[in-house]
């Protein structure tokens, strides 16, 4: 749920924070909260926190923020959901904390009290909050593990400014939207701006997985690093032989049943996306096993209807049989050009995706839903995008001597950086998704701007970063890239946009801390395989018609809709590209 | 009735399963309709028998080897038994023998995974020691027969909290000391007890506490490695093997036993340690769920999660109370002898309907 924002004007000479300028915030975000708004300012404006709220868990208005704590001295803002808050609230009613509301929002004001900035190693949700303490004159500011939920900063050295998405902190008006050669120039390279940039100079992401508290005395502190997926996958080794006690698709029906039964906790009725793919199927299925069989939303596009890509008639073929709500809504290409502005309006960054799931969610909205869960993560948990075969194949390919004659004999336009990059898994990363490579970017973005990206955004450093300490394991190495970079930067951000622009909570019950710590072992034993194990874990097992089928991403047909590169001299995404930096002016 | 229960071992064995044997055997000889009851073990570790009723006929003989094993049992199957219990899942090709099909024990990670199928199917009834162990077996099973859930059970009269003992304190170095415990083999094939989980959060913890791992096994050399290589040597302490009667006088020394495990079937150690007033925390994924009654009866942890460890035991050493948790006459050994003699009047078709599997009807897994 939710959008916030807030100043903290912590540095000697800042002005007062402007309320009006946390209203201009606040109403660019109220797609994201429709339900109830709220602004506080301390008596001598140092400090104000704004929210916009959708109602999930605790509908009453104790829930409302910004909440205060039952004493009214620690205040916060929070986005997102705490999973497994009534744990948290029991123990810290053993400790003798006491509550006003059944919400969240207040057990983290409490295990804040208890646990100081440590408390985040005690969550599990997808979150962005901050929280002011005035005794220490200090805001603390976290962010959940995956990213799921978003927050920017914005630091002049005296104030800092946040929000729940760049479009709101430019709202406020004090924010520079000049733009940045370095993020633009990520856009270009991956197809979605990498964190920590934007593509705004004065703007910077909160990184995944990260806390850091601003204070009167010492200003900003650095971030701290609470969360590592690399780290993760590091510990399991040498714990395989664990993951053999148990079959490997109870194992996986085991810690997917318990994420989802957290995951499904909720005041009001929780959906899901549905396609004719393992993980969401799957996940439906384990949600109908745990007593909570969802409503089911398909989108198909009318360029699929009655062909091989349809997986309209599959989705409702396994619905039928499992006994779950289902809804399809067919999109066309007179909708998709109607809502393109509205689209273009919502996306917070440029990106080549989310189109897809604006519609999914619109339709989920549509159907009444306002919580649904979502298969996303299935690809990097169990290591089924081609990505995981593609790049121990490129960096041995990198190796040989002829490595870029043998690309360019294959016609691939990456061909001369497969010995240039891919002799790492960072740089084989950064040739197998990449959407442009470093030198298009003088005809991208102009000569001078490109130039000063290259400097300051070093595409094969940043990916290996997302890979250090080395998960040293093939698997662990993709299933770390995709999950820091594409996952991350990507898919949940645009998870974020397009469903939050309909009111719409996803969650998704593949993308925790939580599951990935039991199951990396698992995964390291295993490897791809686990996808199928996943897919036998309900009971009955999937049927053999979608367990077998080949795998198809859930894509829009873009080109059509947009005819896109009809000349063939550019691919599809490349081509959708170029409109959607048109869009955001950076062309 | 006549009641013969094949066995890996019962009298004079070490560890869980040897003891819920000892408990089964002594909860079938209580039932007022036993005339007698044979016990077949593979092993005997001891000579140390406990004292035996006198309807109790322990096959000390079919110990002494393979051969000797199933010699003994050829001969039981020309016998009469009104039920057959087969106490570990290796020993069901041995159930051929009879004429009629076995009552099969499940107890943790044996039952976990497939073995021969045709030979469940041949059985008659599945004993588990939790539901999780019982969830595991059915789902590569599939199994049709009636299952019960029969947890281990503890003589709470035989602990009791007790003070530390001070020749023990200084034995070990602990004076003064907050004491960590962990209790049980330490074999490098099982390396699910979690001793490594809180080995790596002992940098962590404040200085003056100091982790006991109990037990002996040929692991010990690698975690005795770890704990130097963490620069954590000075404050773990490796007791070697425990005798059996100094082992309630063990427990008394921790201020929290510990066992974030991921492949027991139940843990009966917690049991003990809860019986001696210990604080506990045990593992919400394995059996160690259902021997804290799903955290009624103390603290259940993510054991993949080190931050909950960690928290667990800090939030213990400094709120815990000492005392047996209430709600421990669960597990009593009189309710055990209730439920045995539960299982065994509904094998017997008596009157008493024993609901199959709803024994731990209260417990939840989330």
Partial sequence: MCGIAGAFAYGGGAPPVDRAELQAMNDRMRPRGPDAGGIWVDGDARVGLAARRLAIIDLSPEGTQPMTDVDGELRIVFNGEIYNHRELRARLERFGARFHSSSDTEVLLQLYRHDGEAMVDLLSGMYAFAIWDPRAGRLFIARDAYGIKPLYIADDGATLRFASTVKALLAGGRVSAAHDPAGVAGFWLLGSVPEPYTIHRSIRAVEAGTCFSVDERRGRAAARPYYSIAKTFAHARGQESIAELVEPATLLREFVTESLRYHLVSDVPVGAFLSAGIDSTTLAALAAAAGQPPRCVTVTFDELRGGADDEAPLAERFARERGLPHTTRVVTRAEFRAELPKIFDAMDQPTIDGVNTWFVSKAASEAGLKVAISGLGGDELFGSYPAFRALPRLTRLARLPLASLLARAARNPKAKYVRRYAQTYAGAYVVKRGLFMPDDLPMLMGRDAAAEALERFDVLAHAAHAIEPDPETTFGRVATLEASLYMRNQLLRDTDWASMAHSLEVRTPLVTAALLRQIAPLLLARGARCKQYFAASPEPPLPEWLRKRKKTGFSVPLKEWMELAPDGTSTRMRSWARVVAEAFALS | ?366
């Fill in chain 2, 1 to 366: 009735m006549r009641f013969l229960l094949l066995c890996t071992d019962a009298y004079g064995g070490h560890g869980g399963i040897a003891l819920f044997n000892r408990q089964l055997v002594g909860a079938l000889a209580a039932h007022p309709a036993c005339e007698q009851v044979v016990v077949v073990p593979r092993l005997i570790v001891t000579r140390e028998n406990d004292s035996l009723s006198p309807i109790v006929a322990f096959d000390a003989g079919a110990a002494r080897g393979k051969l000797a094993w199933v010699n003994a049992v050829r001969r039981r199957a020309r016998e009469h038994f009104d039920i057959v219990f087969c106490g570990h899942i290796n020993l069901l090709p041995a159930t051929r023998l009879f004429d009629q099909p076995p009552v099969l024990i499940t107890h943790g990670i044996e039952a976990w995974k497939p073995v021969r199928r045709p030979f469940i199917a041949g059985t008659r009834a599945a004993i588990s020691v939790s539901e999780l162990t019982r969830d595991r077996f059915l789902s590569w099973s599939h199994f049709a027969g009636p299952t019960y859930v029969l947890p281990n059970a503890v003589r709470l009269e035989q602990y009791g909290v007790r003070p530390k003992r001070a020749d023990l304190l200084a034995r070990w170095g602990l004076a003064g000391k907050r004491v960590l415990l962990t209790f049980g083999r330490i074999v490098a094939a099982e390396r699910y007890k979690g001793f490594d989980d809180v080995l790596e959060i002992m940098p962590e913890l404040d200085r003056d506490i100091v982790y006991v791992i109990a037990g002996k096994g040929d692991d010990t050399d690698r975690l005795r490695r770890k704990a130097r290589d963490l620069g954590v040597a000075d404050r773990v302490v490796f007791t070697g093997f425990v005798a059996e009667e100094e082992k309630a006088d063990l427990y008394a020394l921790a201020d929290v036993y510990v066992m974030p495990s991921r492949g027991e079937g139940f843990g009966f150690v917690l049991l003990e340690a809860m019986a001696c007033g210990v604080p506990v925390i045990g593992s919400k994924h394995d059996g160690g769920r259902e021997a804290l009654r799903n955290g009624a009866l103390g603290t259940l942890v993510d054991p993949a999660n080190p931050a909950e460890i960690r928290t667990a035991i800090n939030d213990l050493l400094r709120d815990g109370k000492r005392g047996v948790p209430a709600g421990m006459e669960y597990f009593a050994y009189e309710r055990f002898v209730e439920r045995v003699h539960a299982i065994v009047e509904d094998l017997s078709g008596g009157n008493r309907r024993y609901e199959p599997g709803k024994v731990l009807e209260s417990f939840h897994r989330q």
